[in-house]
């Protein structure tokens, strides 16, 4: 019986077979075959595209990334927490105060490292000056007293032999108290090649945990969000995804939606509102108060998760390289 080439099954014919990916007899080391290899070595950097639920709302703390209670700003923009950068302050000044504590005393230790290396080396000076001069001054040879020095040099040779042996004696002990007394070989820290770790000088500044720029507590700036049904309690509002209006417009607030904070009054407005609004008269429109370029806080988003929203959402993993 004879089978024609139509008569096998269009989508055996077509399709692409598994060999067909990881093609081992081919010259070329294709570009899946390379990606497929890296991921499986744990060789070469790891880039990842974030998705939606890998960002924090524009409403949610940047520390415990939770929906804020009482939130505040700082001038660069980032939301947190009141309690939670409160802690992060205070946490942040007594880690400074240790490590201040722990450089004065390093301080100390070298000045008086420092003395005493300059007093052994005043010392040593001394010694040798002494040694010289006594090797330059000679004593007069009296002939009557000769056999007399040279019985006292024999004992002197007789009581040198003596002492040293007994130093041969008592070099086991001492052996042993040396032995107990070694660093341990087996922590890097306490080998006796290791050097003292030098303490730098701490900044006495606290920093933003997401800027990186000093932050003080009255730098903070307390925002008031407008709720889009006030009638409901904290736990329905949180429910809903769709939270917060503009103070101004009454626009949906959200990620894909540009904010800013006026600091006068605290209250959340659209970049919108700002542009077509507030900049003509540059006036806060809560509390009629004159606003400065510095009193409207471009508030940070988290992104929405399009390639088109303008935020860089890409998560790298650093790992070693493979060199081939």
């Known amino acids: 019986m004879r089978f024609s080439y139509y008569s096998v099954p269009f989508c055996k014919e077509r399709t692409m077979t598994r060999h067909g990916k990881n ?63 409160l802690e992060y302050i205070l946490h942040q000044k007594t880690e400074i105060a240790k490590k201040m504590k722990a450089y004065e005393k390093q301080k ?34 009296n002939p009557f007293t000769s056999g007399q ?28 108290s040396s032995s107990q007394s070694l660093p341990s070989f087996w922590i890097p820290s ?40 006030p009638s409901l309690d904290r736990v329905a509002l949180l429910a809903r995804q769709e939270r917060y209006l503009c103070a101004v417009t009454k626009d949906t607030l959200g990620n894909s939606v540009p904010c800013s904070v006026l600091k006068p009054s605290g209250a959340v407005v659209t970049q919108e509102c700002v542009e077509r609004l507030i900049r003509k008269d540059m006036t806060d429109p809560i509390t009629g108060d004159k606003l400065t370029e510095k009193d409207i806080i471009p508030l940070q988003r988290g992104g929405t998760g399009f390639a088109g929203s303008g935020v860089g959402l890409k998560a790298k993993e650093a790992r070693p390289v493979m060199m081939v």
Request: net charge positive; with cysteine.
């Open 23 to 85: 093609c081992t007899a081919g010259a070329v080391y294709t570009y899946h075959e390379k990606r497929k290899d890296t991921a499986a070595s744990g060789y070469g950097t790891q880039s990842v595209r974030l998705g939606k639920d890998a960002i924090k709302d524009f409403d949610c703390c940047s520390l415990s990334l939770q929906t804020c209670r009482d939130p505040v700003v700082t001038p660069d923009g980032y939301l947190y927490e009141k309690q939670a950068i």
């Open 190 to 229: 306490l080998t006796p090649e290791a050097k003292p770790t030098i303490l730098k000088k701490p900044s006495k500044t606290v920093v933003c945990p997401m800027s990186g720029r000093p932050l003080k507590m009255n730098e903070l700036i307390n925002v008031h969000f407008t709720p889009l049904d």
């Open 108 to 141: 100390q230790t070298q000045k008086s490292d420092s003395r005493l290396e300059s007093k052994s080396e005043e010392r040593g000076i001394a010694e040798r000056f002494k040694t010289r001069e006594n090797s330059i001054v000679s004593k007069p040879i």
């Open 149 to 176: 020095a040279k019985e006292s040099d024999s004992q002197s040779v007789a009581g040198a032999s003596a002492s040293t042996s007994k130093a041969d004696s008592s070099a086991p002990a001492a052996g042993t």
